[in-house]
């Protein structure tokens, strides 16, 4: 099996950039016209939407057989599916995904990213499975039985409307 990577990355990456160039076009243009505009106001605006950018930029999300990646702008965090000890849901402002393996390494992604693409789930449950069947899986079996009943129910209400049954 190849690899899976999340189909919406490229349009969330459009849709930072969009917000940046977005905020950066209302400030330039409120100073425009209140006459206050100079080049270090300009770059002030600039770094403040570049700064938008980065927080909002996402992380690229790719599975494979046993594998789950997440890859930022400068680094990138691996984890063995097959070797999975946690998989706890972080709850906050933004809800995140933690899985650690037994090599030590972790993930974090947003369970969005899972829910949007089936077959990338579809990869972190196989290795789940494999690793609870293992013993490895000690906390989080809860979690991922969740996870795939609303990734299940998603794709089954997305099938409904598409074929005109909702």
């Not at 984890?79 to 946690?86: E, H, M, P």
């Not at 899972?114 to 972190?124: D, G, Q």
């Not at 991922?144 to 209400?157: E, G, I, Q, W």
């Amino acid at each position: 099996m190849g690899a899976v990577h999340d189909r919406r990355w490229a349009r969330d990456v459009m849709d930072a950039a969009r917000c940046a160039a977005a905020l950066l076009a209302l400030l330039l243009l409120i100073d425009w016209g209140s006459d206050r505009f100079t080049f270090w106001r300009g770059l002030l605006w600039l770094a403040l939407a570049l700064l938008l950018f980065v927080v909002l930029f996402p992380a690229r999300v790719s599975a494979g057989e046993n594998w789950l990646a997440s890859r930022w702008l400068l680094h990138e965090r691996r984890v063995r599916t097959d070797l999975l000890v946690s998989v706890r849901c972080l709850d906050g402002v933004s809800p995140r995904l933690l899985l650690c393996d037994a090599l030590g390494a972790r993930v974090r992604i947003d369970p969005d990213v899972l829910v949007k693409n089936p077959a990338l789930w579809r990869c972190i449950e196989e290795g789940a499975r494999k690793a609870a069947a293992d013993g490895l899986l000690l906390c989080g079996q809860t979690v991922v039985h969740r996870l795939s009943a609303r990734v299940d129910r998603d794709t089954a209400l997305a099938v409904f409307k598409a074929s005109g049954l909702e």
